[in-house]
C-alpha cells in the first residue's frame, strides 16, 4: 500500500474516532457507542463481571486513548493543504477540552471517568481472593495450584 494511502486512513480511523468521542447524549449514555462498548467490556470471559480492580485500568486506558484522539486531531485540523497553522493549536486545545474532556459535560469521556471513580471506590472496599495461602499450623504454602510443604 502506498504510504500517501496509509496517511488518509489513519486520517479517516481518527476522524471517526474523534466523532465517537465528541458525541453527546440527552437521556441515555448507553445510545453512544463509546459508552456502550466499555460497559460490554465489564463482562469476563468466563461470562461474570470483570472486577473493579481489573475495570478502572481498562477505563483508564480508554480515556487516555480518547484524550490522544483529540490531541491527534487538533494537531491535524491546524495544518492547511500548504502546511501553515491555520489556528492556534493551544486555542483548539483548550476549546476542545472544555467541550469534550471535561466531566461536568455529557460526553463519553465524562461517563467513563464517573465510572472510574465509581470503580475506584468500590475496589477500596472489595476484598479480592487470596491468591497465596497458608494452612493453619503454617506447614503448607499454596500458590494458585502449587502447593509447598514446609519442614520446620
Request: charged share 15%; glycine share 6%; proline share 3%.
Amino acid at each position: 500500500m502506498p504510504a500517501g494511502k496509509s496517511i488518509s486512513n489513519v486520517n479517516i480511523t481518527v476522524t471517526w474516532t474523534v466523532r465517537l468521542v465528541r458525541r453527546g447524549y440527552d437521556d441515555n449514555a448507553f445510545n453512544v457507542e463509546v459508552v456502550s462498548y466499555s460497559a460490554v467490556c465489564t463482562l469476563d470471559r468466563h461470562g461474570g463481571w470483570m472486577g473493579a480492580h481489573l475495570y478502572t485500568p481498562f477505563l483508564s486506558g480508554m480515556i487516555h486513548c480518547m484524550q490522544l484522539w483529540l490531541v491527534w486531531h487538533c494537531m491535524q485540523k491546524i495544518h492547511d493543504d500548504t502546511g501553515t497553522h491555520s489556528v492556534q493549536l493551544e486555542k483548539l486545545l483548550e476549546q476542545e477540552c472544555q467541550r469534550f474532556l471535561i466531566n461536568n459535560q455529557r460526553t463519553p469521556i465524562a461517563v467513563l471517568s464517573h465510572w472510574r471513580l465509581l470503580g475506584r471506590a468500590a475496589s477500596n472496599d472489595t476484598v479480592t481472593h487470596p491468591v497465596t495461602t497458608l494452612n493453619e499450623d503454617c506447614t503448607i504454602i499454596t500458590h494458585q495450584d502449587v502447593t509447598l510443604h514446609v519442614n520446620h
